[in-house]
């Protein structure tokens, strides 16, 4: 009696085809499975050492523009804001929020992503189109004579670099 191979030659095909199939497309990513990168907005919200900066910004409105383009943030941290003598987001939450606005603009440089090493001595042009003065002593630099003491946080959207006190025109 002939047994029927070609029978078991499909069956044999159907299962591996149904084996690869389901390897393959069990293996693919939804956009919900993804861990997204953090923006500045989120460094910022997250990071204890900023929290009278959030709540400025958080004051200003201005989060959701910290999410969006390539920036270059000089972000002041809780020591910085207190060497200007302020230890609490009260005393520049008082101001009018055009103001407010006004001075974390003058910490940002707008659709450039640089990086310590790419931060050259002359000027830049903050978000709120003041200038800002870029000098190197030594390994330091400094912008409007506020010293960079962190570099180059990375963000999904941009770099921060954290300065010793609050950016001030001069």
Same mark, same amino acid.
């Given at each position: 009696?002939?047994?029927?191979?070609?029978?078991?030659?499909?069956?044999?095909?159907?299962?591996? /085809?149904?084996?690869?199939?389901? /390897?393959?497309?069990?293996?693919?990513?939804?956009?919900?499975?993804?861990?997204?990168?953090?923006?500045?907005?989120?460094?910022?919200?997250?990071?204890?050492?900023?929290?009278?900066?959030?709540?400025?910004?958080?004051?200003?409105?201005?989060?959701?523009?910290?999410?969006?383009?390539?920036?270059?943030?000089?972000?002041?941290?809780?020591?910085?804001?207190?060497?200007?003598?302020?230890?609490?987001?009260?005393?520049?939450?008082?101001?009018?929020?055009?103001?407010?606005?006004?001075?974390?603009?003058?910490? +940002?440089?707008?659709?450039?992503?640089?990086?310590?090493?790419?931060?050259?001595?002359?000027?830049?042009?903050?978000?709120?189109?003041?200038?800002?003065?870029?000098?190197?002593?030594?390994?330091?630099?400094?912008?409007?004579?506020?010293?960079?003491?962190?570099?180059?946080?990375?963000?999904?959207?941009?770099?921060?670099?954290? +300065?010793?006190?609050?950016?001030?025109?001069?």
């Amino acid at each position: 009696m002939k047994k029927n191979h070609c029978i078991e030659r499909y069956l044999t095909f159907f299962l591996i /085809a149904v084996l690869f199939s389901g /390897a393959l497309f069990s293996c693919t990513e939804d956009d919900d499975d993804r861990i997204k990168p953090k923006t500045l907005t989120d460094v910022i919200l997250e990071n204890e050492q900023f929290s009278i900066l959030r709540d400025v910004m958080l004051y200003a409105e201005m989060s959701d523009a910290l999410r969006t383009d390539e920036l270059t943030v000089f972000a002041p941290n809780n020591n910085s804001f207190g060497k200007a003598g302020i230890f609490s987001s009260d005393a520049v939450t008082r101001l009018p929020k055009d103001s407010v606005r006004s001075f974390l603009r003058s910490h +940002i440089i707008p659709k450039q992503r640089l990086s310590f090493s790419q931060l050259t001595p002359g000027s830049q042009v903050s978000l709120n189109r003041n200038t800002l003065s870029i000098t190197r002593m030594d390994s330091t630099l400094s912008v409007n004579k506020s010293d960079i003491i962190i570099r180059n946080v990375n963000a999904a959207n941009g770099i921060i670099h954290v +300065i010793d006190s609050v950016v001030v025109r001069y």
